[in-house]
């Protein structure tokens, strides 16, 4: 069974930064799979944030955070990480880690199962 696990969610001010990391438990998967961050809160349907290809060469980010958070993954380590700065009070959500498998393959998706952001004003 494939684990996704999410870390690094906290509460800090507007302007300040966190870190959050993604571990999958599977190195092959990992490597054979797109990976994303979603974000969800209540009441809202889960927005993709920022996504990243199995080789990194293709990054693509939500308008709401492009020039403030990065994308990146250690196919090496398994993980995937979203470095988020000059945090603002509506990136405030459960953000959720997503292994998404290649369009067209009958391979399921995996997801983590979230850790909170919280960003005061």
């Known amino acids: 069974q494939v684990h996704v696990v999410e870390s690094g969610g906290g509460s800090v001010q507007a302007g300040g930064s966190l870190r959050l990391s993604c571990a999958v438990s599977d190195l092959i998967i990992f490597s054979h799979y797109r990976m994303a961050w979603y974000r969800q809160t209540p009441g809202s349907q889960r927005e993709l944030v920022a996504f990243?290809?199995?080789?990194?060469?293709?990054?693509k980010y939500a308008d709401s955070v492009k020039g403030r958070f990065t994308i990146s993954r250690d196919n090496a380590k398994s993980t995937v990480t979203l470095q988020m700065n000059d945090l603002k009070p509506e990136d405030t959500a459960t953000y959720y880690c997503?292994?998404?498998?290649?369009?067209?393959?009958?391979?399921?998706?995996?997801w983590g199962r979230g850790t909170l952001v919280s960003v005061s004003a």
């Open positions: 990243i290809s199995m080789s990194s060469t293709q990054i």
């Open positions: 997503k292994a998404d498998p290649i369009p067209g393959t009958s391979d399921r998706p995996f």
